[in-house]
């Protein structure tokens, strides 16, 4: 699963499941916008784990942007945790999307900020 977003500068971003080659980077994240990061233990759990989809916005050259966790019981979801890069932030965003049972789907420009 990956899909390939624009923000307002058309600057691309990729949206894809996180992979081993992102722990680095959403690591790095994590420890810029919280002051009790998650160890990076919870997030290869995160990760991998049963019941999760964790997801990375990669700019073009592969590097994480971002990241959102996922976590699934039954028909219910949770959202375990959000972080964006600081130098990433206010990029306005849109194109962005993705429901598991219907695939992704578009937003009008402007209105996933």
């Known amino acids: 699963m990956e ?5 307002k500068a058309n600057r691309p971003l990729t949206i894809t499941e996180a992979a081993p080659r992102h722990l680095d980077g959403v690591e790095a994240i994590e420890a810029a916008c919280f002051s009790v990061p998650w160890t990076r233990e919870q997030l290869e759990r995160q990760m991998n784990g049963p019941n999760r989809l964790f997801l990375c916005a990669e700019d073009e050259n592969g590097a994480p942007l971002g990241y959102v966790g996922l976590m699934t019981v039954l028909d ?14 206010r990029r ?17 420009a402007g209105s996933c900020r």
């Open 76 to 89: 219910e979801g949770y959202i375990s945790n959000v972080a964006v890069a600081p130098g990433a932030r």
């Open 92 to 108: 306005r965003t849109y194109g962005c999307g993705w429901n598991r049972q219907r695939g992704w789907r578009r937003h009008p």
């Open 3 to 7: 899909k390939r977003i624009y923000d």
